[in-house]
């Protein structure tokens, strides 16, 4: 239970306790439970060059690495497991968070996560960083790096690199994993719109209509319709105090321009899932308590243990699910066509949107070279149709325009896509036919009549 809890608790339930008893008896509790709590470098020093070495044991944690500095007092460790680093060689999407008031001295805690195919983060490595620049950063991710090369984990699947705003983090992943692609995570450039909107007092009206700009510019179905809207998107707010000045960091800076859906298909545009574990572990390892460190490096020790568990489920392809199956029953039964669509070296398949029966070969032209003359003329476009790209047989990383897909990863126009192919053949339990009443069995009449006369 977090101290302030505690203490709230305890000045309801126990009239006539001064503040100073209750925070003095806290003191002493939390003395009893976890030790002083005083952690010298020193002791820090020998802790990480103990736990050191590599185990042969797949989940024991070990220190990947140590950096103490004593003459500026600074320090830096991370630690993980064979288990929890084998992801990395088998994923390709590392993401990286830091999370505060998580040790009693102030220092935070740097998870480092592997996303699957199916968008759930797995811890790969927990360290602690007395500092947060870029050089702090990058010897964290160099841990990682030697030490998977150290037991034979090898880095080909790496592609992507999710962060929060944060340039230092980003940087660092850059230098140590070349040519790496940085996606700067959506929700925290719709925060740091909303600090921009409190700082010029922009009105409210105009407030939800650049908000929404952004939301519809977020899910261009492709790179080419992202680019063709969001140039007519900032020209229509460029009289909007300090817009311009916002925003074009956005679309500009390599850093921070990987935040829309067709920048990166298949690949989640927030960090939602990397803080979703960081929450988990503030709430269940650390039992929303701050730490003293001598605690703290222990507890993450326990951390790796537990995240290498082999029976946790990890996503290495994309499933569908069974609402995407029964969405494509539907469609198949419907008499809605598709038009499958070969480009260059490119083949697709091209469905209608929710409102439409079909696909023309005019809106197929207008979707692969999208022009637009404003900004409402390309929202006013937008799921009007989907198209699947379909570069191989294997149809379980084929990629949709769809929002659902962006959301998911999967969606109903790849099932049917992969249907139409005859690569994929449905379930029976995907078909959403209502069971109607049954009919009333019985005689029939004329038997009936023939009986009563007997
Ligand atoms: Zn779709």
């Given at each position: ?317 994309r499933v569908f699910g069974i609402q995407e199956q029964r969405e494509a029953w539907r469609f198949l039964n419907s008499g809605k066509t598709t038009r499958p ?8 398949m091209f469905i209608p949107g929710s409102e439409r029966e079909e696909v023309s ?22 799921n009007t149709i989907y198209?699947v ?6 149809y379980m990383?084929?990629?949709c325009?769809c929002r659902i897909f962006?959301k998911n990863?999967i969606c109903s126009h790849i099932v049917i896509a992969a249907v139409k192919q005859g690569l994929y053949q449905l379930p029976p339990e995907a078909d959403p036919t209502i069971i109607g009443r049954k009919k009333p069995t019985g005689r029939p009449k004329k038997m009936s009549k023939a009986l009563v006369i007997e």
């Amino acid at each position: 239970m977090p101290t302030k809890d505690v203490k709230k608790t305890i000045g309801t339930l126990a009239e006539g306790v001064t503040k100073n008893q209750l925070n003095y008896a806290i003191k002493a509790a939390n003395k009893k439970l976890f030790g002083s709590g005083v952690l010298s470098l020193g002791e820090l020093e020998e802790w990480a060059a103990i736990k050191s070495r590599i185990p042969q044991d797949n989940r024991t944690a070990f220190v990947l690495d140590k950096d103490i500095d004593h003459a500026n007092a600074k320090f830096r460790f991370l630690v993980s497991s064979r288990q929890l680093l084998s992801l990395v060689g088998e994923l390709r999407i590392i993401a990286a968070d830091c999370t505060f008031k998580t040790t009693l001295e102030g220092f935070p805690l740097l998870v480092v996560c592997m996303v699957d195919e199916m968008r759930h983060a797995h811890p790969i490595a927990f360290g602690c960083l007395s500092n947060q620049s870029a050089s702090d950063y990058e010897f964290a991710f160099n841990c990682i790096h030697e030490t998977c090369a150290k037991i034979g984990i090898k880095l080909d699947a790496l592609e992507f690199f999710i962060s929060d705003g944060e340039t230092a983090l980003k940087s660092a992943a850059k230098k140590v994993f070349g040519g790496i692609k940085t996606i700067n995570c959506y929700f925290h450039l719709k925060q740091n719109l909303k600090k921009y909107f409190q700082k010029f007092k922009i009105q409210a009206d105009l407030q939800s209509s650049i908000s929404d700009g952004i939301d519809k510019l977020q899910i261009a179905p492709t790179q080419k319709h992202y680019e063709s809207a969001v140039q007519l998107f900032m020209t229509d707010y460029d009289s909007v105090p300090g817009f311009t000045d916002f925003f074009a960091k956005y679309v500009n800076n390599s850093n921070f321009a990987g935040w829309h859906e067709a920048f990166a298909p298949g690949v989640p545009s927030t960090n939602n899932a990397v803080e979703a574990i960081n929450k988990s572990i503030k709430y269940n390892a650390l039992h929303r308590q701050k730490q003293t460190l001598a605690t703290f490096k222990t507890l993450l020790l326990r951390l790796v243990e537990t995240y290498g568990d082999p029976a946790r489920l990890v996503h290495r392809h994309r499933v569908f699910g069974i609402q995407e199956q029964r969405e494509a029953w539907r469609f198949l039964n419907s008499g809605k066509t598709t038009r499958p669509v070969r480009c260059g070296i490119h083949v697709y398949m091209f469905i209608p949107g929710s409102e439409r029966e079909e696909v023309s070969m005019n809106e197929i032209r207008r979707f692969m070279v999208p022009k637009y003359t404003s900004f409402e003329d390309y929202k006013v476009d937008l799921n009007t149709i989907y198209r699947v790209s379909m570069p191989d047989e294997n149809y379980m990383q084929w990629n949709c325009t769809c929002r659902i897909f962006f959301k998911n990863n999967i969606c109903s126009h790849i099932v049917i896509a992969a249907v139409k192919q005859g690569l994929y053949q449905l379930p029976p339990e995907a078909d959403p036919t209502i069971i109607g009443r049954k009919k009333p069995t019985g005689r029939p009449k004329k038997m009936s009549k023939a009986l009563v006369i007997e």
